[in-house]
């Protein structure tokens, strides 16, 4: 089975929006860092991950596109 996953490095996020505009089920941006966030997504260091379905893809990986400081990435694996 494939598992897609969303990555994001938080330290650098501007607060911009552009994720949450493009993929408003996984993203949000928290109040008190001004910073956007994964919804349920697991911090490991200093990146945050979530597992998504392929229905929510497209979207995160346009979110990934439009970041402008390149923080989200979008994986896929045979596991
Ligand atoms: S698009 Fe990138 S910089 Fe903008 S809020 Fe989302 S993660 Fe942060």
Redesign the pocket.
């Known amino acids: 089975m494939r598992k897609i996953k969303v990555i994001?490095?938080?330290e650098?996020?501007?607060?911009?929006?552009?994720?949450?505009l493009?993929a408003p089920g996984q993203?949000r941006?928290n109040d008190d860092t001004g910073?956007?966030e994964l919804i349920g997504g697991k911090p490991e260091g200093d990146q945050v991950t979530l597992e998504i379905s392929a229905a929510d893809r497209e979207a995160n990986q346009r979110?990934a596109e439009?970041?402008?400081?390149?923080?989200?990435k979008v994986e896929e694996s045979a596991e």
């Open positions: 994001h490095y938080p650098n996020c501007i607060g911009c929006n552009f994720c949450v493009m993203w941006i910073r956007a979110a439009s970041c402008p400081v390149q923080i989200i």
